[in-house]
């Protein structure tokens, strides 16, 4: 079975910290993904990679920084984290380009 | 814009009722389609969907694609309080997976 592990399943940060979500997957999965989920809005696409050390911003990417240094790591950074980046995130793994996408248990995170 | 819109937003039920779930996407690099169902955590996969008018079926969720008017619907039939869930599509464009706000679906017993 395909295995997507978040480091935390719950974070509470202050204004201003630098908060990193660390997120692996076991499979040699060449496609990493970072969302965000918040009510109503579904989820809405972070940062994605489909290779090492390559990233390409999704829909929200500001506030956000990746890090791909290993294939099965992929990192979420909030440089400097604001109460509007109160949310549960989300990181998945797929195979290749078009297909399913496996999700970890998600971090949900509370910026005070 | 790569964009998938879903509907209705939310949707309550009775205990055998049949619901039929409404899924539109835009066409600029699409490749598939998928649905997921998420309860409490992570979203867990459904069905992906490739072709026009094939459907998938696995128990009482069904799905079909319409690569020509731009959408798929998921169908659940006797539907069941375990079948409480929001439910998500996604399409894909190349590399990216873009979802839907998702539909809420509460089934009353």
């Known amino acids: 079975d395909v295995k997507v592990t978040q480091s935390s399943r719950y974070l509470v940060k202050r204004t201003g910290e630098k908060v990193f979500l660390e997120c692996v997957q076991d499979?040699?999965?060449?496609?990493m993904f970072w969302y965000r989920q918040d009510p109503g809005l579904g989820l809405r696409l972070i940062y994605f990679s489909y290779d090492v050390k390559m990233k390409e911003k999704g829909d929200i990417p500001e506030g956000y920084s990746v890090s791909r240094e290993k294939k099965e790591r992929f990192s979420l950074i909030l440089e400097s984290a604001s109460t509007n980046q109160t949310s549960m995130y989300l990181c998945?793994?797929?195979?290749?380009?078009?297909?399913?996408?496996?999700f970890g248990q998600g971090t949900r995170l509370t910026v005070v | 814009e790569d964009k998938v819109v879903q509907s209705p937003l939310s949707l309550v039920v009775h205990e055998g009722d049949t619901v039929t779930l409404n899924c539109s996407y835009e066409?600029?690099?699409?490749?598939?389609l998928l649905w997921y169902k998420q309860e409490k955590k992570a979203p867990t996969f459904l069905f992906m969907l490739t072709s026009s008018g094939i459907e998938k079926k696995s128990g009482r969720l069904s799905s079909i694609l319409d690569k020509k008017e731009l959408f798929s619907i998921l169908n659940i039939t006797a539907t069941q309080t375990g079948d409480s869930a929001i439910y998500l599509c996604?399409?894909?464009?190349?590399?990216?997976?873009?979802f839907g706000a998702g539909t809420i679906l509460r089934v009353k017993s």
């Open positions: 499979m040699d999965h060449e496609n």
């Open positions: 066409v600029t690099n699409f490749r598939s």
């Open positions: 996604a399409g894909t464009y190349g590399n990216k997976l873009v």
């Open positions: 998945a793994s797929s195979f290749r380009r078009n297909t399913e996408a496996f």
